[in-house]
T-cell receptor
Framework: GQQVMQIPQYQHVQEGEDFTTYCNSS?????IQWYKQRPGGHPVFLIQ?????EVKKQKRLTFQFGEAKKNSSLHITATQTTDVGTYFC??????????FGTGTRLTVIP | NAGVTQTPKFQVLKTGQSMTLQCAQD?????MSWYRQDPGMGLRLIHY???????DQGEVPNGYNVSRSTTEDFPLRLLSAAPSQTSVYFC?????????????FGPGTRLTVL
């Protein structure tokens, strides 16, 4: 079945440093979504990427979809303590549901 | 709008007990789903529904039943709880079927089975 691998599993950064998480698929994806889950909270939708090579920005967050539509990344510039949480990518399954990656847990050290 | 609501927030069961996790949404969404979240394993799809009266199995359906008698409600039933079902359960909804639509998640139910 469809699945994506997400790396790294954990990341600790000093406040102000940059952070990147990667999502890789063995097959071409029609689209990919990104969610953020704060500690003790629920996943919240961040963005959806659909086009090959697409780059979207939300303030300090930059999302990319690879040219081959097999990988995606989320980059945070100058992390803040409010960025703490787990970031998930999610991709379509054959049954048109969402398959979630295992997530990257980000810790920001003040 | 309350969005997606789930009850209870916490639950402790003994092995073999049954219970129903409630989920409701007030956004008139057609698609609803249940996920379980375990450490290091992300979110795994248990069951989903594309509309009232229609349900289907996800990735990990064993030990769970669902029904969708109304657009608003999508309860998840544990038939005979097992320790392996200790997890955090999230209900989600979207306007249309999941893969290209924003999923709105409920706050979750933290279940412990002893």
């Amino acid at each position: 079945g469809q699945q994506v691998m997400q790396i790294p599993q954990y990341q600790h950064v000093q406040e102000g440093e940059d952070f990147t998480t990667y999502c890789n698929s063995s097959t071409t994806l029609s689209n990919i979504q990104w969610y953020k889950q704060r500690p003790g909270g629920h996943p919240v939708f961040l963005i959806q990427l659909v086009k090959s090579g697409e780059v979207k920005k939300q303030k300090r967050l930059t999302f990319q979809f690879g040219e081959a539509k097999k990988n995606s990344s989320l980059h945070i510039t100058a992390t803040q303590t409010t960025d703490v949480g787990t970031y998930f990518c999610a991709c379509p399954t054959g049954a048109n549901n969402l398959f979630f990656g295992t997530g990257t847990r980000l810790t920001v050290i003040p | 709008n309350a969005g997606v609501t789930q009850t209870p927030k916490f639950q402790v069961l003994k092995t073999g007990q049954s219970m129903t996790l409630q989920c409701a949404q007030d956004m008139n969404h057609e698609y609803m789903s249940w996920y379980r979240q375990d450490p290091g394993m992300g979110l795994r799809l248990i069951h989903y529904s594309v509309g009232a009266g229609i349900t289907d199995q996800g990735e990990v359906p064993n030990g769970y039943n669902v029904s969708r008698s109304t657009t608003e409600d999508f309860p998840l039933r544990l038939l005979s709880a097992a320790p392996s079902q200790t997890s955090v359960y999230f209900c989600a909804s979207s306007q249309t079927q999941g893969a290209k639509d924003t999923q709105y998640f409920g706050p979750g139910t933290r279940l412990t089975v002893l």
